[in-house]
C-alpha cells in the first residue's frame, strides 16, 4: 500500500451519470476489482475517503467507475491510497468469460472484457440495465441467461451489493457450481482496511470477512453460506 498525489483530468458522463477520470502514478492504478481511495484537498465535506475502481485503465491513469463525488472537477488534487483490497484473478486457461452484473453496473467488471479478449477468449455479459460500449465480440444478454450460460463458461465474474447477495442464490441455486468464479461485493468502507470497523462485514464459508481487506473480491464457492 502506497500513498500518491493524483487529480481529476476530466469528467465524462457515463451512462447519463458524471465519471471522473484519474491522473496518477501508475502504480495507484487498482487492478480489476481493487480499489484506491482519494481524499479531495480541503474537502471539508466528505471527511472519509471515496474508494475507487477503474473502468478503464491508461499507462498515466483510469478513468474510474460510477461513484465519485459530484462535486469534484477538472483539476481537483487528490490524496490516494492503495491500492487495497483483493481483485480478480483471470485463470490463464479461462477461453469462455461470463460476466454478470446483478446490480445493472457493468463498470467494475469491464477491465476483465479487454483482459479476456486479449487471451482470445469469448465473452458473455448478462445484465438488466444500461450497457456501455464494448467491443462487437461481447455478447449481450439479460440476466435470466445466467443459469444456462453456467454450462457454458469456464469462470464467471459477478458485480453486486451485499443486499444482493440472496438474489445470488436465486441465479447460482446452493448447489456447487459447475465452473469456478469470483464475485465483487461492494459495501461502504468508510476505513479501507484500517480500522477493521466491521461496516462492510459479509457471511462466507471461513466465517464474516471484511469486503474491505478480504475482498471485495471473494470465490462464489466461499459466499454460497453467506446466500
Same mark, same amino acid.
Given at each position: 500500500m502506497q500513498s500518491f498525489?493524483?487529480?481529476?483530468?476530466?469528467?465524462?458522463?457515463?451512462?447519463?451519470?458524471?465519471?471522473?477520470?484519474?491522473a496518477c502514478a501508475q502504480k495507484m492504478i487498482p487492478a480489476p476489482g481493487k480499489y484506491t481511495l482519494?481524499?479531495?484537498?480541503g474537502d471539508a465535506?466528505?471527511?472519509?475517503?471515496?474508494p475507487l475502481f477503474?473502468?478503464?485503465?491508461?499507462?498515466?491513469?483510469?478513468? +474510474?467507475?460510477?461513484? =465519485?463525488?459530484?462535486?469534484?472537477?477538472?483539476?481537483? !488534487?487528490?490524496? @490516494?491510497?492503495?491500492?487495497?483490497?483483493?481483485?480478480?484473478?483471470?485463470p490463464a486457461a479461462t477461453r469462455r468469460l461470463a460476466l454478470a452484473a446483478l446490480d445493472g453496473e457493468v463498470a467494475r467488471l469491464q477491465p476483465l472484457v479487454q483482459a479476456a479478449l486479449e487471451r482470445?477468449?469469448?465473452?458473455?455479459?448478462?445484465?438488466?440495465g444500461f450497457v456501455p460500449q464494448l467491443p462487437t465480440a461481447v455478447e449481450v444478454a439479460p440476466l435470466s441467461g445466467l443459469v444456462? +450460460?453456467?454450462?457454458? =463458461?469456464?469462470?464467471i465474474a459477478v458485480?453486486?451489493? !451485499?443486499?444482493? @447477495?440472496?438474489?445470488?442464490?436465486?441465479?447460482?441455486?446452493?448447489?456447487?457450481l459447475p465452473c469456478p468464479g469470483q464475485a465483487l461485493v461492494s459495501a461502504e468502507m468508510p476505513c479501507?482496511?484500517?480500522?477493521?470497523?466491521?461496516?462492510c462485514s459479509l457471511k462466507t464459508r471461513q466465517g464474516w470477512k471484511l469486503a474491505c481487506k478480504d475482498g471485495p473480491v471473494f470465490d462464489l464457492s466461499d459466499l454460497q453460506e453467506g446466500m
Open positions: 498525489q493524483g487529480r481529476v483530468s476530466h469528467i465524462q458522463l457515463w451512462g447519463g451519470r458524471q465519471v471522473v477520470r484519474i482519494a481524499w479531495a484537498e465535506d466528505a471527511p472519509l475517503a471515496t477503474a473502468t478503464q485503465i491508461d499507462p498515466d491513469g483510469f478513468l +474510474a467507475a460510477p461513484g =465519485a463525488p459530484l462535486h469534484w472537477g477538472p483539476g481537483t !488534487r487528490l490524496h @490516494l491510497r492503495g491500492p487495497l483490497g483483493r481483485g480478480f484473478s483471470l482470445q477468449a469469448s465473452v458473455a455479459l448478462f445484465v438488466d444456462e +450460460a453456467l454450462k457454458w =463458461a469456464d469462470f458485480d453486486l451489493s !451485499r443486499h444482493k @447477495l440472496a438474489h445470488l442464490a436465486e441465479l447460482l441455486g446452493r448447489e456447487p479501507g482496511g484500517i480500522a477493521e470497523c466491521g461496516a
